[in-house]
């Protein structure tokens, strides 16, 4: 018995190379979280009919499912954002493409698939404008964990010498366009936030 149809938004997560005549796609909704969809491939001898998804998009979707939602079909696909600036460069692309994979991997519990969602798009929409991936990562990391109920703020935050606690202040208060910390910095820190997420959290960073 195929299962019932659904109409959502969602962003595409992961994209794996295709196979036959279909693209194998993780997507995030944010009322049903993370689901494998497949998109058929345009013929291409004949004229593109349906817009090819693409990593980051963010869609709105009719899905079908015969194996009761193991795997939903994409039918009538309808691009609502398509971040063209996360292509620009290695660092933002490589960022990116990390925070998609965190999420793809972690469960999300179903009153939280809202919030999720849009830290994803706003996470997304400031890798494309910005020049400072690494800050808008670890930003999201934070605020991920943070909205999740961990006690980042009250039992990670104490433990850093005074100095980083001073740099991890400014890196979440001031907008990115403001940071100067140099990167190697921002990689030490996001290392440390996120060992104590794997040691103390069921979140796998």
């Known amino acids: 018995m195929p299962g019932q149809p659904l ?15 279909f693209q194998s796609l993780t997507i995030f909704s944010p009322t049903h979280g ?13 004229p593109a009919t349906t817009v090819a998804l693409d990593l980051f998009d963010e ?16 039918r009538e696909p309808r ?18 493409s990390s925070l998609a ?22 996470a997304l929409a400031a890798f494309a404008t910005s020049a ?9 990391l934070y605020r991920l964990a943070r909205d999740e109920g961990h006690p ?10 005074t100095a980083d606690r001073e740099l991890v202040a400014t890196l979440l208060n001031q907008p990115v366009a403001a940071q100067t910390t140099d990167t190697a910095t921002v990689e030490r820190l996001q290392k440390r936030l996120a060992d104590y997420l794997r040691e103390h959290t069921e979140i796998l960073p």
């Open 7 to 21: 109409t959502t938004d969602a962003i595409v997560l992961l994209k794996r190379p295709p196979a036959d005549t």
């Open 152 to 161: 980042v703020k009250q039992q990670w935050f104490p433990t850093l010498p």
């Open 79 to 96: 691009l609502l954002t398509r971040h063209a600036g996360l292509g620009r460069d290695y660092e933002t692309l490589r960022h990116a």
């Open 59 to 74: 869609v709105a979707l009719f899905l079908e499912t015969a194996n009761q939602g193991q795997t939903w079909f994409i």
């Open 34 to 46: 993370t689901l494998l969809a497949l998109q058929r491939l345009p013929k291409k001898s004949g």
């Open 101 to 122: 994979t965190f999420i793809a991997r972690n469960p999300v519990p179903e009153e939280s698939r809202g919030r999720i969602y849009q830290l994803l798009r706003d």
């Open 132 to 140: 400072r991936p690494d800050i808008v990562y670890f930003k999201s």
